[in-house]
């Protein structure tokens, strides 16, 4: 072979590419013929963040329920702290001097004929500082400290950036502190009902026969009543000198008693289906006990129908709680709810003089879209290979 037949052959055979460190890593892709493979939860994560409206539902619930978390750190004031001068203030709009906020004063004055409280905006200002002092909490229920998102410079003047109401309590104090004990009872409901209707639908679909027909005359039996009417007649039964926090456990229970029944009919329709299903006959052919065929093998496969359902029946429990509390017949002062804060604005004399009451309600129907968007943005991703 000639030596420009050599040099040609030595350019056109590629160069082995060097076993060191240095090395490029092996596409994974490309040693499966070029396709890449997702699992079932990459598949749901993926079609969820298409659902724009979910997406960012779902970072909305996040805020609500870090705000729950520290409602402590997060209120400038004690929700309990009463000031007969500033019953019924105004909200204080937020202004900047360059970067510094500050709120503007209000002066009391009364109207000469009906003794009405009128406030009248004055030039005096109110600074605000952040991770400033206040008054004394637990962080988390375990470290002591006084140390607030923000507040007032001066100590002496209170602001109300959401309006006070008849007590002079700070609206959004309130607030804040309200969403800790319904969006809680929210979550806590959904697990004891959760529980239920995968305990009950899960039997009920696997066994059949006369269990599962004993199951379903039970769940009939609980959808045939009418929810409200049950609700207010079990939250009746309890003694009316109740502690707060007795209250909101059984209040919880009462609504999880009855929240269970149609995760059940889901989970029992899922199991009917997948009974005969090949993976869960070989299941059984290996030796597998029904608790490990059940709770291995089944439940796995419709977690993302479970986690959809779970989202979608949280908004169900927040209304129930705020139904119940707002009739009297759920949490009672001096416990905190978003239900509680809204029996102050049952009159149409005290919200037209003081609509910023109507903020807790504001804030019930913010946290049930946000929840029914993110769960119907779950729901939708839960089958990643429908069109």
């Keep these: 072979m000639s030596a420009e037949n050599k040099q040609a052959t030595a350019a056109a055979t590629p160069a082995a590419a060097p076993?060191?460190?240095?090395?490029?890593?092996?596409?994974?892709?490309?040693?499966?013929g070029g396709i890449e493979y997702a699992s079932q939860w990459q598949l749901m994560w993926a079609r969820f963040k298409k659902h724009r409206v979910a997406?960012?539902?779902?970072?909305?619930?996040?805020?609500?329920?870090?705000?729950?978390?520290?409602?402590?750190?997060?209120?400038?004031?004690?929700?309990?702290?009463?000031?007969?001068?500033?019953?019924?203030?105004?909200?204080?709009?937020?202004?900047?001097?360059?970067?510094?906020?500050?709120?503007?004063?209000?002066?009391?004055?009364?109207?000469?004929?009906?003794?009405?409280?009128?406030?009248?905006e004055t030039e005096e200002r109110t600074y605000l500082n952040f991770f400033t002092e206040g008054f004394e909490y637990k962080m988390l229920g375990l470290i002591p400290t006084n140390i607030h998102l923000f507040g007032p410079a001066d100590k002496s003047h209170k602001i109300y950036l959401l309006g006070s109401d008849s007590?002079?309590?700070?609206?959004?104090?309130?607030?804040?502190?309200?969403?800790?004990?319904?969006?809680?009872?929210?979550?806590?409901?959904?697990?004891?009902?959760?529980?239920?209707?995968?305990?009950?639908?899960?039997?009920?679909?696997?066994y059949g026969g006369k269990i599962d027909w004993s199951i379903q005359r039970v769940v009939e039996f609980i959808l045939s009543l009418p929810t409200i009417p049950i609700w207010l007649a079990l939250a009746s039964a309890m003694p009316r000198n109740w502690p707060p926090?007795?209250?909101?456990?059984?209040?919880?229970?009462?609504?999880?008693?009855?929240?269970?029944?149609?995760?059940?009919?889901?989970?029992?329709?899922?199991?009917?289906a997948m009974r005969g299903e090949v993976f869960v006959i070989a299941a059984k052919l290996d030796g597998c006990s029904e608790g490990r065929v059940i709770f291995r093998?089944?439940?796995?496969?419709?977690?993302?129908?479970?986690?959809?359902?779970?989202?979608?029946?949280?908004?169900?429990?927040?209304?129930?709680?705020?139904?119940?509390?707002?009739?009297?017949?759920?949490?009672?002062?001096?416990?905190?709810?978003?239900?509680?804060?809204l029996k102050d604005a049952q009159k149409i004399s005290v919200i037209s003089n003081a609509p910023w009451l109507f903020m807790p309600g504001v804030a019930?129907?913010?946290?049930?879209?946000?929840?029914n968007f993110f769960g119907d943005g779950l729901r939708d991703a839960a089958d990643p290979y429908s069109h």
């Excluded at 076993?19 to 499966?32: E, F, K, Q, Y």
């Excluded at 806590?188 to 009950?200: A, H, M």
């Excluded at 089944?298 to 139904?323: G, K, R």
């Design 55 to 120: 997406f960012w539902s779902m970072w909305l619930v996040v805020i609500l329920y870090v705000v729950a978390v520290f409602a402590e750190f997060l209120s400038p004031f004690n929700p309990e702290d009463p000031s007969s001068m500033t019953t019924y203030q105004p909200p204080q709009m937020v202004r900047f001097e360059g970067i510094k906020p500050y709120v503007k004063k209000f002066e009391l004055t009364r109207d000469p004929d009906t003794l009405r409280a009128i406030y009248a």
């Design 245 to 272: 926090h007795l209250v909101y456990i059984s209040v919880t229970v009462i609504i999880s008693l009855i929240g269970w029944t149609h995760l059940a009919r889901v989970v029992r329709g899922k199991f009917l």
């Design 167 to 206: 007590l002079g309590r700070d609206m959004l104090s309130r607030v804040i502190y309200g969403a800790r004990f319904t969006l809680s009872m929210g979550l806590i409901g959904v697990v004891l009902s959760t529980f239920l209707g995968i305990i009950l639908g899960g039997i009920s679909g696997y």
């Design 364 to 371: 019930t129907v913010l946290a049930v879209l946000a929840m």
């Design 297 to 341: 093998h089944m439940l796995p496969s419709m977690a993302s129908h479970v986690i959809a359902a779970v989202t979608l029946a949280i908004p169900s429990m927040i209304l129930a709680e705020t139904t119940l509390s707002f009739l009297g017949l759920g949490l009672q002062p001096p416990a905190i709810s978003w239900g509680v804060l």
């Design 19 to 32: 076993a060191d460190a240095a090395s490029p890593t092996v596409n994974m892709a490309n040693l499966r």
